[in-house]
């Protein structure tokens, strides 16, 4: 089994006074990088070789007790080729893992935290933060498999023996009290002796870190010498059944063909540990532990004199390394021992050592060291997330470091975790947990590769090029297909562990500098399927309303803009917005500074909208401007929307609404504080700001956006919506109304319903019905007959075809003309105020709970000196109506084809 940290410890990432405590202090952040023109210093804490900083670390995590304690379990169980076949799996795996691994690491330096540093600064806080919460608990789980590993060496060589004389053992040594409770108390014991040289400094660990590898090789190569010098004996292996002790004899028959043969196929039995039956996929958990650990080497990045060219030297040398030292064991134990040798006794190589001690040495030397080093691992990787605030106050006080900078609370709460998972009491129980984890981890820091090769940013440019998209992709699938294969309950249950941890991750929504891959990959396929997204092969039967709303202070059209955002189903919504100037006489571009508070305020407001921000001599130019280049391919508005030209001073929105008062809300996460936000938008205040546009300039608006092709809506009163109190209020006895006038109400000589601009109207208040919030709405179409008409039943028929046809489902009302005088005028410069009023009046009596009315808005007059009158039959018409819309559609919209 091994670990993801390492054992000759990060100097960087255990000193923490000098590293990692710095994304908790204030120091410089690690996405910092000094652009200037003179030469940066030579970093004097960088002095590790690639050997001492890549190579023994990985090497020693690789190895750790799997090698002494479980080759021989593995062979016994699943026989030579099998165990092949495992090794070569499980080195598949790791070494596409390794690609990914050396690819990000030579992209920038990786700092503590490892697995976690890389996914978290590529993938975003949300990955980082659960598979950094999942990697923690993979190193939690290996320090408990390591020390439950040396629990299990010291009592085969110190267990007590019940019945040791009559086995013919010497009772001097077996003198320790066998049970579940003393296992237990056995492995709490030694986790204590860790936790204390862990709460004094890794330092002392980390000068010995040389020692305990050069101890390692020399046991192995005794164990390699014993297959050539030992001859061929009897083995006597006592094992205690219930009360008793049971001795079971087994040979070591020194190499021999048909000991080889024998051990060649499978032959899956009951583990004497845990009393479960073996299979290939438990097997293999058991035996993928000893295969982690490759990220041991980039966590020395920090450390390293030349970091781009350390780690994947080192790294690769150390798997090649250690793959070919596991594959030299298990054929010398295939063709030296024999099944009941291989199954029934997992420290045999002491029995079959030139000198027994050499491997207890080997056994508790490599055990120890491991167990110190995941425990200072695993707290570390909790204090990086900690540090990080991406759990709050629950790992808070992991932030907390001693003067030398050790994270003494996190390494307490690393230590209890541990002690919790002790309880499973056996190492081939937890085995398999373990390995989830570590494959969880090694999946995401592949799809962290696959992601920023996939998003082809240019400024991923590793220096390790031994790698693609397909080894990515292959090396995340083979991690989940091992995953489901070792054991599909633990397998899933850690998916949905860390979905549910990505999920609270992301609603908590944490602060991160460090960039989002997901920004990156988004602006990759959006241009990839912008440039699909051709205008000529556009349909009227997938057309939506793409709008641009033009506001010109948001504290007046807040609930313009929150009623738009429903009325867009699905399309482009833009908030458009023009600042009078001229960029000759400034001395820098104004808008731009301007961006975050608008997007600042479209968070506020929780509309999905865009913002465009242009600078122009008139707003009318500033207009056409925006009509002209707003969008990008297809993706274009095709309605323009204003707010009405009238004198009213509507109400403040930011004075009453919650979302803009609430000091506790005060920051965006991008640099726009409420104070800031509410300064930037001047207060509303009656009679002190002039218009920015004139009468004849605001139409003439409206007359460039139709010879533009553009849709038109003038909207008046929205700033009366109360849209909770009409939409979400569970007290309202009755339903409320959208009413829609699709007749031009200025010409009143016109009865035609089935123009394109009365379709229009049609399709806009249908399309507002589908949104969720407005469902429970009805539809009212309003059809105006002439007193005494008999023809209004067809005239209805007609209308009610029409409606299903276009699949509109509307209550159709019948209005006569008789309360509104003569209609006989030949044209709309010619209606009366008096007959505006009649009209006004008629269609505030048949307002019933009306929530907003679509009323048919006439093209503005070719003259300009018509302007100021244009804009005074469309107030009094609308006088009173509260939330009204006029519209002028151009775009055929409905469709009856299927």
């Known amino acids: 089994m091994s670990?993801?940290?390492?054992?000759?410890?990060?100097?960087?990432?255990?000193?923490?006074?000098?590293?990692?405590?710095?994304?908790?202090?204030?120091?410089?952040?690690?996405?910092?990088?000094?652009?200037?023109?003179?030469?940066?210093?030579?970093?004097?804490?960088?002095?590790?070789?690639?050997?001492?900083?890549?190579?023994?670390?990985?090497?020693?995590?690789?190895f750790s007790i799997v090698i002494f304690m479980r080759v021989g379990f593995v062979v016994g169980q699943a026989g030579f080729l099998q165990s092949l076949l495992m090794l070569v799996v499980a080195y598949i795996i790791i070494s596409l893992t390794v690609l990914s691994v050396c690819a990000i690491s030579t992209n920038g330096a990786v700092k503590g935290g490892g697995a976690y540093f890389m996914i978290s600064r590529t993938l975003?806080?949300?990955?980082?933060?659960?598979?950094?919460?999942?990697?923690?608990?993979?190193?939690?789980?290996?320090?408990?498999?390591?020390?439950?590993?040396?629990?299990?060496?010291?009592?085969?060589?110190?267990?007590?023996?019940?019945?040791?004389?009559?086995?013919?053992?010497?009772?001097?040594i077996h003198v320790l009290p066998q049970n579940y409770l003393y296992d237990v108390l056995y492995a709490s014991s030694i986790l204590l002796l860790c936790l204390l040289v862990c709460l004094v400094g890794a330092q002392i660990y980390a000068k010995t870190s040389f020692l305990i590898f050069l101890v390692v090789?020399?046991?192995?190569?005794?164990?390699?010498?014993?297959?050539?010098?030992?001859?061929?004996?009897?083995?006597?292996?006592?094992?205690?059944?219930?009360?008793?002790?049971?001795?079971?004899?087994?040979?070591?028959?020194?190499?021999?063909?048909?000991?080889?043969?024998?051990?060649?196929?499978?032959?899956?039995?009951?583990?004497?540990?845990?009393?479960?039956?073996?299979?290939?996929?438990?097997?293999?958990?058991?035996?993928?532990?000893?295969?982690?650990?490759?990220?041991?080497?980039?966590?020395?990045?920090?450390?390293?004199?030349?970091?781009?060219?350390?780690?994947?030297?080192?790294?690769?040398?150390?798997?090649?390394?250690?793959?070919?030292?596991?594959?030299?064991?298990?054929?010398?134990?295939?063709?030296?021992?024999d099944r009941m040798l291989l199954k029934g006794d997992y420290v045999f190589f002491r029995q079959i050592n030139v000198w027994p001690p050499f491997v207890v040495i080997g056994v508790y030397a490599a055990s120890l060291s491991a167990s110190m080093s995941t425990l200072i691992g695993a707290s570390r990787i909790l204090h990086a997330l900690a540090c990080d605030d991406l759990f709050g106050i629950i790992l808070a006080p992991a932030k907390k470091t001693s003067k030398t900078g050790n994270p003494w609370v996190a390494v307490l709460y690393t230590w209890l975790m541990v002690q919790c998972v002790l309880f499973a009491g056996k190492l081939n129980t937890i085995a398999g947990v373990v390995t989830i984890f570590f494959l969880m981890a090694y999946a995401a820091v592949d799809l962290a590769c696959l992601a920023l090769e996939w998003a082809s940013a240019p400024n991923f440019r590793p220096t390790f090029q031994l790698f693609s998209w397909h080894t990515c992709l292959l090396g995340i699938i083979s991690c989940l297909v091992m995953m489901f294969l070792i054991n599909p309950a633990y397998a899933s249950c850690g998916i949905v562990l860390m979905l549910a941890l990505l999920v609270v991750i992301h609603y908590r929504s944490p602060t991160s500098s460090w960039g989002y891959i997901s920004q990156a990959l988004i602006f990759h396929q959006v241009r990839k399927y912008l440039l699909l997204l051709d205008v000529r092969k556009?349909?009227?039967?997938?057309?939506?309303?793409?709008?641009?709303?033009?506001?010109?202070?948001?504290?007046?059209?807040?609930?313009?803009?929150?009623?738009?955002?429903?009325l867009k189903k699905g399309g482009l919504f833009v908030l458009g917005h023009v600042q009078i100037g001229d960029l000759d006489s400034l001395p820098m571009d104004p808008i731009q500074p301007q961006y975050n508070f608008w997007l600042s305020l479209v968070d506020k407001l929780n509309v999905k909208?865009?913002?465009?921000?242009?600078?122009?001599?008139?707003?009318?130019?500033?207009?056409?401007?925006?009509?002209?280049?707003?969008?990008?391919?297809?993706?274009?508005?095709?309605?323009?929307?204003?707010?009405?030209?009238?004198?009213?001073?509507?109400?403040?929105?930011?004075?009453?609404?919650?979302?803009?008062?609430?000091?506790?809300?005060?920051?965006?996460?991008?640099?726009?504080?409420?104070?800031?936000?509410?300064?930037?938008?001047?207060?509303?205040?009656?009679?002190?700001?002039?218009?920015?546009?004139?009468?004849?300039?605001?139409?003439?608006?409206?007359?460039?956006?139709?010879?533009?092709?553009?849709?038109?809506?003038?909207?008046?009163?929205?700033f009366t919506m109360d849209r909770k109190g009409l939409l979400l209020s569970k007290t309202r006895p009755e339903r409320v109304s959208i009413d829609v006038w699709p007749l031009n109400l200025l010409r009143p000589d016109s009865t035609d319903y089935v123009d394109v601009c009365s379709l229009f109207?049609?399709?806009?208040?249908?399309?507002?019905?589908?949104?969720?919030?407005?469902?429970?709405?009805?539809?009212?179409?309003?059809?105006?007959?002439?007193?005494?008409?008999?023809?209004?039943?067809?005239?209805?028929?007609?209308?009610r075809r029409l409606l299903d046809q276009l699949r509109i489902k509307a209550t159709i009302k019948i209005v006569t003309w008789e309360e509104v005088g003569p209609s006989g005028q030949a044209s709309a410069d010619h209606v009366s105020d008096g007959y505006l009023q009649a009209v006004n009046r008629m269609i505030l009596d048949q307002g019933f709970h009306t929530a907003v009315r679509f009323l048919y808005l006439p093209r503005p007059p070719a003259e300009t000196t018509h302007s100021q009158r244009y804009l005074e039959q469309l107030a009094i018409l609308t006088e009173d109506l509260g939330p009204t819309l006029l519209i002028h559609g151009l775009t055929p919209v409905t469709c009856t084809d299927l």
């Open 761 to 799: 109207l049609l399709q806009m208040a249908c399309v507002l019905t589908m949104v969720a919030s407005w469902k429970a709405a009805r539809l009212r179409i309003f059809l105006c007959i002439e007193p005494g008409d008999g023809s209004w039943v067809r005239k209805e028929e007609k209308l």
């Open 217 to 337: 090789h020399v046991v192995l190569l005794t164990i390699v010498v014993s297959f050539f010098v030992v001859s061929p004996k009897t083995v006597v292996i006592v094992r205690q059944v219930g009360n008793e002790s049971q001795s079971i004899y087994s040979n070591y028959t020194g190499f021999s063909m048909a000991t080889l043969q024998e051990n060649l196929w499978d032959d899956y039995s009951v583990d004497y540990t845990t009393r479960y039956m073996m299979t290939f996929a438990t097997v293999f958990a058991v035996m993928f532990n000893g295969c982690t650990g490759i990220m041991a080497g980039s966590n020395m990045s920090g450390d390293l004199k030349n970091p781009s060219y350390a780690i994947p030297k080192g790294t690769v040398i150390a798997v090649i390394y250690t793959f070919l030292v596991y594959l030299l064991l298990c054929f010398l134990v295939s063709f030296t021992c």
């Open 609 to 718: 909208a865009f913002v465009d921000l242009t600078l122009s001599p008139t707003v009318r130019q500033g207009v056409q401007h925006l009509l002209r280049i707003t969008g990008l391919g297809g993706m274009k508005p095709n309605t323009l929307v204003l707010g009405f030209y009238d004198h009213s001073v509507p109400d403040d929105y930011f004075l009453h609404d919650p979302a803009f008062k609430d000091a506790r809300d005060n920051n965006d996460h991008f640099g726009v504080d409420l104070a800031s936000l509410q300064a930037h938008f001047p207060p509303v205040r009656d009679g002190e700001t002039p218009k920015n546009l004139s009468e004849q300039e605001y139409v003439a608006i409206i007359s460039d956006a139709l010879k533009m092709q553009k849709n038109v809506c003038l909207a008046r009163g929205f």
């Open 3 to 62: 670990s993801e940290t390492s054992p000759l410890l990060n100097y960087r990432l255990y000193n923490v006074a000098g590293g990692f405590a710095e994304s908790c202090g204030g120091a410089p952040q690690e996405d910092e990088v000094a652009v200037s023109g003179t030469a940066s210093q030579p970093d004097d804490s960088r002095k590790l070789s690639t050997f001492f900083g890549v190579v023994v670390p990985t090497v020693l995590s690789m």
């Open 538 to 566: 556009e349909h009227v039967k997938f057309w939506r309303p793409q709008i641009l709303l033009m506001v010109a202070n948001p504290r007046t059209s807040a609930q313009l803009i929150t009623f738009i955002n429903d």
């Open 124 to 172: 975003g806080p949300e990955f980082g933060g659960s598979i950094g919460l999942m990697f923690f608990l993979a190193n939690v789980c290996s320090c408990a498999v390591y020390i439950l590993g040396l629990v299990e060496a010291i009592l085969d060589v110190f267990g007590e023996v019940p019945n040791a004389g009559e086995l013919g053992l010497s009772r001097g």
